[in-house]
């Protein structure tokens, strides 16, 4: 029986692939050669692998080793909604296993397809000509519309929510965590101001859909050579919410710089193919036909769920459990550039 030569720790590996390789062995028959096993590049929560067994390949993802927030990394949440969108009209990689027992790696971890396709690590989508960069973005923009449309009832997800205000929740339990996350000496005064405006003007609105959580464009795979959508990434924080969220994230690429999880703020957006703000969210108004539009409240709130989903990033550093060597670095420049546009838009700037 072969198995992985590599040491775990050569490949920044957080998992002995040898256990890994035994449980494969018997949960999927018929498998030869020798299990290799890679680290993904990018991605700053739930640690990502490719694996490849000759001819046979699968993506898995599982928990840190070190999870601090109980309701994180709900690594069973992304396989049941992965699950329940396959043959949707929102294209996700088909779910193949998911094992709960954490003898095997040290957490739960899942298996899913691996497919072909682009995957951008900012909205200006470098080497891609003007006509396609256009073109994707309205196969981004009519993806997401295609998840908020969705009956998601009718494919099992009616209790993938809690009842109650969803503003109100939400705003309770990034609170929460902005609490646990922050240091001593780790002063955000832009993000404090934040959770006060915000807690001063929550909506009333009943309008509920299956939402992604972070629908950003390092989430999206575009098909190898067309510009087209062929799968949604990264499910972590999918739950039932209000759909302007996700649209409010997505947009953020408008008024955040190119350092700033890769926005595009001060590029020439015209010569790039790229659509206005105004131009994309009216596309996605019209196709997810929806009634309500995007308020500064809703982009403020993206802006505070950025900043305290990287402030928990920057504590996973600080812990020495970062998923990138520099975690604790990046992820506490972005919780203050988040906050930073955030309090921008309450003073209407």
């Not at 927030?69 to 043959?87: F, K, N, P």
């Not at 992604?212 to 464009?217: E, L, Y």
């Not at 196709?287 to 990287?310: K, Y």
Request: include cysteine; hydrophobic fraction near 40%; glycine fraction near 10%.
């Amino acid at each position: 029986m072969s198995s992985p030569v590599e040491a775990p720790a050569d490949r920044g590996i957080d998992f002995e692939p040898a256990r890994l390789d035994t449980y494969l062995r018997q949960a999927i028959p018929g498998l030869a050669g020798e299990l290799i096993v890679e680290r993904t590049v990018g991605g700053m929560s739930n640690p990502t692998y490719f694996l490849r067994r000759g001819d046979w390949q699968a993506v898995l993802r599982k928990q840190p080793n070190a999870v601090l927030m109980a309701s994180a990394h709900a690594i069973d949440r992304e396989y049941r909604v992965l699950t329940a969108l396959r043959g949707s009209a929102v294209p996700v990689p088909a779910p193949l296993l998911y094992c709960a027992d954490r003898e095997i790696l040290g957490t739960p971890f899942y298996l899913m397809e691996r497919i072909d396709g682009r995957v951008f690590e900012g909205f200006a989508m470098p080497g891609v000509a003007p006509d396609e960069r256009r073109a994707m973005y309205d196969s981004m923009g009519a993806t997401m519309a295609a998840l908020h449309s969705l009956d998601f009832r009718a494919v099992g997800l009616a209790d993938f929510g809690r009842p109650g205000n969803y503003f109100a929740r939400q705003l309770s339990r990034w609170s929460q965590q902005w609490a646990q996350f922050r240091r001593g000496d780790d002063d955000n005064p832009d993000l404090d101001r934040i959770v006060a405006w915000l807690g001063e003007r929550v909506p009333d609105s009943q309008t509920i859909a299956l939402c992604h959580g972070d629908f950003r464009i390092t989430n999206m795979m575009f098909h190898p050579t067309e510009p087209r959508v062929v799968g949604v990434l990264d499910w972590e924080l999918s739950t039932l919410g209000h759909p302007l969220v996700d649209v409010a994230f997505n947009s953020q690429a408008w008024r955040m710089a190119t350092d700033e999880n890769g926005g595009l703020l001060g590029l020439p957006l015209a010569e790039l193919g790229i659509p206005t703000e105004e131009e994309y969210l009216e596309r996605y108004y019209r196709l997810a036909g929806s009634g309500e539009r995007m308020t500064t409240f809703h982009q403020v709130f993206a802006m505070f769920r950025g900043a305290v989903g990287s402030a928990g990033v920057a504590a996973r550093g600080d812990a020495g459990n970062g998923f990138l060597p520099d975690a604790a670095r990046v992820g506490r420049k972005l919780a203050r550039a988040y906050a930073k546009r955030g309090a921008a838009l309450i003073a209407g700037r």
